[in-house]
Each structure stands twice: as structure tokens, then as C-alpha cells.
């Protein structure tokens, strides 16, 4: 009897490991964590300049976590300007890069790589800020910039890379990591999704889109299909409904998204709806790629069409140079979470929406009134339309609000800590990027450096 006990006690632990396989797929996971850090040395490498191996130890591996970050190995290919990487030796990746366009996955039946292209050059000639970093003399900002810096034994690494804050349009303070300076082209993360609000807000303007027409994603089209009365505000405030579950984890739909598939924007469309349209907050970067599907679709020319639009349209006026945008396979942006840019181009960046839109020279590149439609709460959620704001009942905009981040404030934000915050009553924009850890990823740090900075520029 013991025995046949034991045997149906292994009988039954063989299941549930096979059913966890089936369910979990650790392979898919190992698969989603090789792509991950081809694409980020690959980009940390071409597009930033930065040492490869400090990337590895200070970017990936904590992504992917120890000890199975050990078990990571990475070639970096100059000649091919190429990163690949074996992960426990058995998954391997690869990540080319394509001047002009940042680094892109290579799979195989990956389409050929667009004709390379310079990056708009920074305009350094407008006062916006001199040619070195600006050291501030005020104690109270430059305490407050220590501790947004400093580490303390016990608590999450911050591992911050830049800070540069704006007062009235000009560089007042700024301070970045060694091997980091006013040039180097920062990773966003999620900050590019507040890029994305700006595209969609150009093509707005120009009236060749609105907010509330359905998306009409060809996945969508058959009799009957609920997902056809998405619209494409639903995907810019996170409120499709579309199961593209995100969680950072490898084992996410928006992981394999990313990292496993040559068209993103196709691969989230396909998923099913979770919760009715605009029932529900939930965060994706699945929405965000879908929506840059339809934007380059609008635009046309494939990756080229996009990058000559958004020069055209939105980086030269606005200033922003020195920035990549990234493309998938199909040449769509990844308009989720790949673009670089210096710091003090993301400033700019917040300039542009400080300013309702309107550039330094007084064009308008956004509709009137898109800044306040954009940072306005969606259901209650501390975000509106791709960016994180301040506005409406969430505890937890009161919380920074109480903090001292002025209830006007909004900003885009990435994982890991990338942020570029707007407070327009105080004509102010503070930009913080860094490789942070959770859970708060160094947030507390910024809003105590964007009160001091309230408090000293007051005086």
C-alpha cells in the first residue's frame, strides 16, 4: 500500500511538472531573456557608446536576475556592428544595428535592414544650455541632487546616469554618472511612449486622425469582432481591453512581443479582449505598438517614411536632436520603448509639452490644448494619454502632490527609472534617467529634487 502511495505521489509531481512546463514554458522565458539582452548591449553598445561589459553588469543581468544572469554570454561583433547571445548555451539571439535607425532583432525571415542615415545633429546655438554641464550653486538643489545620486548599503540600487533641470527654457543644474556626459544617448524605456503621444498629436493636428475613430486593425475586421470599437484613444490611455498582459517577467505576452517576433504590432492585435473596451485601466505596451502601426500606416514609406516624418514634423522644430528611434521587423516603431536621445534632448522634450506644443520658435507642433487633454486622469488612474499625471482622485498622484510635486505635474516615465517630469505652473522640467531598482525605482529622490528646485528658483 505504501508503495503504490509513493508511486501515485510521483506519478502526480510528474504532472504538475509537465503541466507547469506546458503552462509557464520557462524555454519561451529563457528565449524572451537572450533577446533581451542581444537587443539592449547592441544598443548600449552602437547607439550609446557605452562599454558593453559594464552594460551587461549594470543593465542586463539585473533584469534578468541572479543566478540565472550568470549563465548569460554575449559576442559583440563590430565588423557585423552586432550583438549575439547564448543563454545556459542551449537559446541564442542576435541584434543588428542599422545607423540611423538603433538596433533591431535579426530572426530569419527578418526583412533587410533600411538604407543607413545620419541622426539629426543637437542644435547647441539657441541658449538652451552651454556647450559643458552646468554646475548649480544653489545648496539646497545641489543636496538635493546628492541624494537623487548617492547609494546607501541596505536599500535599492539607483545607479543613476543623468539629471538635467530646466528653469524659464534654460539648462539651470545638471550632473551625470562617470562615462556618462551632455552627449550620450540615453535608453527610454516607456518614455517613448509619451514620443508616441507626440507623433499621434502632429498627425491630430495636420487632421489626418482623431482620437476617437476606431483603429480598424486588419485583425479586427471580421463580422461580429467586438475588438473592431477600440479607438485610438482606448490604446493611448491603456483601456482596449486586449489581454497583452505586461509584467517584466519573460514569461508576459509584451516580453515575447518584443523580443520574439518580427512584428510586434500583429502579434498584440491577435490577442483577445480581457475586459470590456474602456472598462478598465490596464498598462501594456501592446496598446502602444498597435497604435504605432496605424500611425506609420497613416505616414507611409516603412521606416524611412516615419523617421522623415517625425524629423520633419517634430525633432527639428522642436529640438530634439541626437535621438534614435528604433523599428521592428516590419518597420514599425517601437514606439513602446526604444528610443535614445541625451538627456538634454529629453528636456527638450519636456519644453515642447510645457508649452502646450509649441516650439521654440513659435510654431505649433501640437494641437491646441493636447498637453491638457494628455495629462488628464483616465478612469481615475494616476495616467491619462501616455503620460503619468498628477490629475484626478488617484491616491497615489496625492501622495506626490503631498510630496511636493505640484498638482499641475505630469510625466513620462520608464522602467528603471527614466523619467522627464513637467510642472507648467512652475515653468520648470526636470529630467532623471538611471538603471534604478524596484520597487520605486528612486521616485521619492526625484520628487524631493523637484520640490528643492521649486523652493530654490522661487527666491
Known amino acids: 500500500m505504501a508503495k503504490r502511495s509513493v508511486a501515485l505521489v510521483g506519478a502526480l509531481l510528474i504532472v504538475a511538472i509537465v503541466a507547469c512546463i506546458v503552462i509557464w514554458r520557462p524555454d519561451r522565458a529563457a528565449r524572451v531573456g537572450a533577446g533581451m539582452a542581444a537587443h539592449n548591449l547592441c544598443s548600449a553598445t552602437f547607439v550609446a557608446g557605452l562599454d558593453p561589459e559594464d552594460s551587461l553588469q549594470e543593465l542586463v543581468r539585473p533584469i534578468i536576475g541572479e543566478p540565472l544572469g550568470r549563465y548569460l554570454h554575449y559576442r559583440v561583433d563590430r565588423a557585423d556592428q552586432s550583438v549575439s547571445t547564448s543563454f545556459l548555451g542551449v537559446f541564442h539571439a542576435r541584434a543588428r544595428f542599422i545607423p540611423g535607425y538603433g538596433c533591431q532583432m535579426v530572426f530569419a525571415d527578418t526583412p533587410p535592414a533600411p538604407a543607413p542615415r545620419p541622426v539629426l545633429p543637437a542644435d547647441v546655438t539657441d541658449g538652451f544650455a552651454p556647450a559643458e554641464a552646468v554646475k548649480s550653486t544653489d545648496p539646497a538643489i545641489n543636496a538635493a541632487l546628492d541624494q537623487?545620486?548617492?547609494?546607501?548599503?541596505?536599500?535599492?540600487?539607483?545607479?543613476?546616469?543623468?539629471?538635467?533641470?530646466?528653469?524659464?527654457?534654460?539648462v539651470i543644474a545638471e550632473r551625470y554618472a562617470p562615462g556618462f556626459d551632455v552627449n550620450t544617448p540615453l535608453l527610454s524605456y516607456s518614455v517613448a511612449k509619451s514620443f508616441t503621444n507626440a507623433l499621434l498629436g502632429v498627425l491630430v493636428r495636420q487632421g489626418r486622425l482623431r482620437v476617437d475613430q476606431p483603429v480598424n486593425a486588419p485583425e479586427w475586421r471580421a463580422a461580429g469582432d467586438p475588438r473592431a470599437r477600440i479607438t485610438i484613444e482606448d490604446l493611448l490611455r491603456m483601456r482596449s481591453g486586449l489581454d497583452i498582459k505586461e509584467s517584466d517577467s519573460g514569461f508576459d505576452p509584451v516580453g515575447r512581443m518584443e523580443f520574439l517576433k518580427d512584428d510586434m504590432a500583429a502579434y498584440a492585435a491577435q490577442q483577445p479582449l480581457r475586459t470590456a473596451i474602456g472598462s478598465e485601466w490596464d498598462y501594456t505596451s501592446g496598446n502602444t505598438l498597435i497604435l504605432d502601426r496605424l500611425l506609420g500606416q497613416t505616414v507611409?514609406?516603412?521606416?524611412?517614411?516615419?523617421?522623415?516624418?517625425?524629423?520633419?514634423?517634430?525633432?527639428?522644430?522642436?529640438h530634439l536632436g541626437n535621438l534614435t528611434m528604433e523599428f521592428d521587423g516590419s518597420g514599425v516603431f517601437v514606439g513602446s520603448s526604444y528610443v535614445y536621445a541625451p538627456a538634454?534632448?529629453?528636456?527638450?522634450?519636456?519644453?515642447?509639452?510645457l508649452h502646450d506644443g509649441v516650439a521654440p520658435n513659435g510654431q505649433r507642433i501640437l494641437p491646441e490644448g493636447w498637453v491638457a487633454w494628455s495629462r488628464r486622469s483616465t478612469l481615475g488612474e494616476p495616467y491619462g494619454a501616455g503620460f503619468w499625471t498628477n490629475d484626478g482622485s488617484s491616491h497615489v498622484a496625492a501622495q506626490r502632490v503631498a510630496a511636493g510635486f505640484p498638482k499641475d505635474g505630469f510625466y513620462a516615465s520608464g522602467f528603471l527609472g527614466q523619467r522627464i517630469y513637467v510642472v507648467p505652473s512652475e515653468h520648470l522640467v526636470v529630467v532623471r534617467f538611471g538603471y534604478s531598482r524596484p520597487p520605486a525605482f528612486g521616485i521619492g529622490d526625484d520628487i524631493a529634487l523637484i520640490a528643492a528646485a521649486i523652493r530654490a528658483t522661487r527666491q
Open 148 to 170: 537623487v545620486f548617492d547609494e546607501h548599503p541596505g536599500e535599492p540600487i539607483k545607479d543613476v546616469k543623468a539629471v538635467v533641470i530646466v528653469k524659464d527654457g534654460h
Open 300 to 318: 507611409g514609406g516603412g521606416a524611412k517614411g516615419m523617421r522623415d516624418f517625425a524629423e520633419r514634423e517634430l525633432l527639428q522644430p522642436a
Open 344 to 353: 538634454r534632448t529629453y528636456a527638450r522634450f519636456g519644453e515642447l509639452y
